[in-house]
């Protein structure tokens, strides 16, 4: 999971990415700034598009994927998973 992605947008920062792996599960669907890896004409646009957009417009953008990770990924449930993940190797018949 790229933390630095959900480092910037816990800072409120918008945020442009490739589709590297662990990268979709971040974003609310659809994301129009998760581009193909390798595909820089792609990447460069929507670039070009996040920078020609109004604040108003950035602002939506940068709300919209920080309630979407507040939702998702909230320490308390994420602490649940990891311990019910722990509890099923632990408890796995050997």
Do not use: Q
Request: proline content about 6%.
């Amino acid at each position: 999971l790229p933390t630095v992605i959900l480092e910037a947008i816990a800072s409120k920062c918008p945020v442009i990415s490739t589709d590297c792996r662990g990268v979709k599960e971040i974003f609310p669907v659809p994301y129009d700034y998760l581009v193909p890896c390798k595909d820089t004409n792609k990447l460069s646009e929507r670039i070009n598009n996040l920078l020609n957009l109004d604040l108003i417009s950035i602002n939506k953008i940068v709300e919209l994927n920080y309630d979407n990770v507040c939702e998702k990924f909230l320490l308390d449930d994420t602490a649940m998973h990891w311990l019910k993940l722990y509890k099923e190797v632990v408890n796995a018949p050997k």
